[in-house]
């Protein structure tokens, strides 16, 4: 299979950092997403990383190392509307267009 | 511009009975896929349809699901006599062509309570 790994829960303090880590199987890797969705609502994109590295965008930042199967989501100055699911979600080349999503992880950020 | 659009909202139905989604994609977007997402669990993958190519039909949990999109645009996804593990929220997404690189626009969802 081609599972994607994440933590179930995380709980962070208001302006604090946090990372969200995402561990996948390497074996014909093509991409990886992250998405963001608030209790009730659709997910929403976050970020894209194919290349090793790191992605900024704002308070959000995503890392990728293609060799060890591995991301994270980084989470700075967290603030109350932060609290929601983090999804990560990994493209193959066995089938370009689809995407295989984690289970999701959850966090709270408490004041 | 509009996004991703899907009806209904809400559908209660009773065990055994037919329904039947639907999902409006992003005008010009090639890609579509439904996704099925149970109470605080991860999204489900059940159909990827890209252009004319035949639908990705892998992620279908029993032959009581179909879907089908017509024209490239509108996709209606139908489950038959329904069961209460049926009960979900149905997601559909569009991408503009499916690519590697393309980041997926979600709908708001149809919740699905089969009674």
């Known amino acids: 299979g081609q599972n994607i790994d994440q933590p179930t829960e995380m709980t962070a303090t208001e302006g604090a950092i946090v990372q969200i880590n995402c561990t996948y199987q390497?074996?014909?890797?093509?991409?990886l997403f992250w998405y963001q969705q608030h209790a009730g609502e659709a997910p929403t994109f976050l970020s894209y990383?194919?290349?090793?590295g790191l992605e900024e965008k704002g308070r959000f930042s995503s890392f990728l190392s293609r060799s060890k199967g591995y991301s994270y989501l980084l989470l700075k100055e967290l603030q109350m509307k932060d609290s929601a699911s983090y999804l990560c979600?990994?493209?193959?080349?066995?089938?370009?267009?689809?995407?295989?999503f984690g289970d999701g992880t959850t966090l709270t950020v408490k004041p | 511009g509009a996004g991703v659009s899907q009806s209904p909202s809400n559908k209660v139905t009773e065990k055994g009975k037919d329904v039947e989604l639907r999902c409006d994609p992003i005008?010009?977007?090639?890609?579509l896929y439904w996704y099925r997402q149970s109470l605080g669990q991860g999204l489900e993958f059940l159909i990827y349809?890209?252009?004319?190519?035949?639908?990705?039909k892998s992620g279908l949990p029993s032959d009581r699901f179909s879907a089908e999109r017509t024209g490239g645009s509108v996709s209606t996804l139908t489950i038959q006599r329904t069961q209460q593990e049926d009960s979900a929220v149905y997601l559909c997404?569009?991408?503009?062509?499916?690519?590697?690189?393309?980041?997926?626009?979600f709908g708001p969802g149809t919740r699905l309570t089969v009674t």
């Open positions: 997404a569009s991408s503009r062509q499916g690519g590697v690189s393309d980041e997926q626009y």
């Open positions: 390497t074996s014909g890797f093509n991409g």
């Open positions: 990383n194919v290349l090793d």
């Open positions: 979600a990994v493209k193959y080349n066995t089938n370009a267009g689809k995407s295989t």
């Open positions: 005008s010009g977007h090639t890609a």
């Open positions: 349809f890209q252009g004319n190519s035949a639908p990705d």
